[in-house]
């Protein structure tokens, strides 16, 4: 399974990386809006990590692109906690959403729970 993560926290995006290749994924990283929309896109990902407070582009018009081509399951991973951040990501199409700072093991159950859903990486 490919996972993108979009973060422009490079300590951060190295964590997930980590994390992630550990559990068995393979995972590229951008640190920008404008980066991972390009990657999100062109390439195969059966998931997004994504930052909304991202250089270039922020993760809601990264989402909105994204949308546009396909229907990857994204998950917002950012520090903006407000309850209208939270709404206004899952109504433009984001699949979860999690606050920083957060629990690795969450995170990890999180993909798991949204790769089960399984085939929705399409163009």
Known sequence: MRVLVIDDEVRLADYLR?????S???VDVANDGIDGLHLAVEGSYDLVVLDVMLPGKDGFEVLAGLRVHRNTPVLMLTA???VEDRVRGLTSG???YLVKPF???ELLARVQALLRRGGRCSR
């Open 18 to 22: 980590k994390g992630l290749t550990e």
């Open 24 to 26: 068995g994924y393979t």
């Open 80 to 82: 903006r906690d407000a």
């Open 94 to 96: 984001a699949d979860d």
């Open 103 to 105: 629990s690795f093991s």
